[in-house]
């Protein structure tokens, strides 16, 4: 049996040459499968649960909104993912959270993902050498049935300087997922760091966090003492805005 | 030439929507694609200087979600969760820094806090992306 699928290139890529960094999506590669957005408040600072059926530790991404605020930040969210829930710890009373719970796992070990939703419907690729018809949701590469993780835009940008912010406006209308990295020094290694950026020994506030809002996006700086390894002259942002919103 | 692609609304959504969200997939937006992912253990010592290198071998630096857990912490067991560790999250319970170093292409560097103690030992799973984190 042959082995078939999808390819489908970005624009002005020949998708029949073009490098897989290139491709918009190909059945031949796993994708993060949106299994649901989750969300909860916290009542008097009490910890969040939310369930969910999947029955092992899956991927997740996790944002909190503080208490009376507008933005989902990346940082001091303490989730703890379980077989069939997720814990979230460290609150304040009011903080809520959202989060993305993924079919993909996170940890070792899961064979087959647990099939939760039903229906004969839609569009499936399975990924290669994997029948199509028979093949549990790990062994997809896309189903209509669920969200596939999409990238909506990636924007770079200077700093921002020590107790400094910069905004970048996207103006989508819903505030969108992110993931943000800082380009500083760490361990003697130069490169891109996840945000939330803080000191590298023991246990202190975040200095450097990402902000998600309605219509824009702040990278905040604080803390008097500035960034560890970070030249906001020459040093990059990069901030990764999924099509997924967050509420 | 005409710019041809796939969408795919969620149920009771049309395609002549102009919004993201309707959709469960529309090839206009790039799809994350999963050039590696795996897990296991990692014991971080002063030795070692807590970090962890998974070779990629990608020639460009990935976007890279990781997810880890301090079990030395007496968090083992089966009701013991995976973490969304970021940073120095004020989190009490470890934490950890992602490096795609910019003058290694091949690798993700990872650093692990030691918890106040001689080691660590954390449990990880990650996903590392065929796209970069770049416009390009």
Sequence with gaps: MGDYGIKISKSGEDVMTTEDKNLVYSSGFDTMKLFERKSGTSVGGANVTLSHPLNYKAAYMAYRKPSGQFYYQYCAVRGEMKATEVVFSNLNAGDEISCLIFYNPANVGITDYTKVKTGDYGVKASQSNEDVFTAAENKLSMSSQYSTLQIRNIYEQLGPASDGTITINHNYGYIPAFLAEIETTIGGRTGYVQMPRADEVGFGAALLECRSRLNDIKIVSYGGGGVPGLDASSDMTRIILFTEALE | ?136
């Design chain 2, 1 to 136: 030439m005409a710019d041809y692609g796939i969408k795919i609304t969620k149920p009771g959504k049309e395609t002549s929507s102009t919004d993201p969200r309707d959709y469960n997939l529309w090839s206009k937006y790039q799809i994350l694609k999963v050039a590696k992912s795996g897990g296991g253990t990692f014991t971080a010592t002063a030795a070692n200087n807590g970090k962890l290198t998974i070779n990629h071998d990608l020639g460009y630096n990935p976007i890279v979600l990781w997810l880890s857990e301090l079990t030395s912490a007496g968090t083992t067991g089966p009701d013991a969760g995976i973490k969304d560790l970021r940073g120095n999250n004020q989190d009490a319970f470890g934490w950890r820094y992602v490096v795609n170093a910019t003058d290694d292409l091949n690798n993700v560097h990872v650093y692990h806090g030691l918890d106040g103690g001689a080691t660590a030992i954390y449990d990880y799973f990650y996903y590392f992306f065929y796209d970069e984190g770049l416009n390009s």
